[in-house]
Nanobody, 129 residues
Framework: QVQVVESGGGLVQAGGALNLSCAAS????????MGWYRQTPGKQRDLVAS???????DYADSVKGRFTISGNNADNTVYMQMTSLKPEDTGVYFC???????????????????????WGQGAQVTVSS
């Protein structure tokens, strides 16, 4: 199994800053990419930022120049620095890890491999006026 554990978030005034972190662990062969998605009531879960194991980043237009995502391949962690926060940034931020995972199928050394998405439990970010 794969576990995705998030930390950070909280309450901050507009213009302030918050940090998020996320770590993936368990049956991981490799991590292809990790990212942060935001969900608010009545809206779908949308990409905020992502990063590949090679360091390629992608950002939603609404956060470019304000949020910075980074990663550490050594421990399969991803971080996001959020600055100049706006009330519109409020939401639950979910960490997603897209990984190559595996399981023992019980036949000598045989194993099964596949790619899959694993999600954290969500971290609340609230930005007040």
């Amino acid at each position: 199994q794969v576990q995705v554990v998030e930390s950070g978030g909280g309450l901050v005034q507009a213009g302030g800053a918050l940090n998020l972190s996320c770590a993936a662990s368990g049956n991981i062969v490799s991590v292809d990419n990790m990212g942060w998605y935001r969900q608010t009531p009545g809206k779908q879960r949308d990409l905020v930022a992502s990063i590949t194991s090679a360091g390629k980043t992608d950002y939603a237009d609404s956060v470019k120049g304000r949020f910075t995502i980074s990663g550490n391949n050594a421990d399969n962690t991803v971080y996001m620095q959020m600055t100049s926060l706006k009330p519109e940034d409020t939401g639950v931020y979910f960490c997603r890890a897209h990984v190559a995972t595996y399981e023992d199928v019980g036949h000598d050394d045989a194993m099964r491999f596949w790619d899959d998405d694993f999600w954290g439990q969500g971290a609340q970010v609230t930005v007040s006026s």
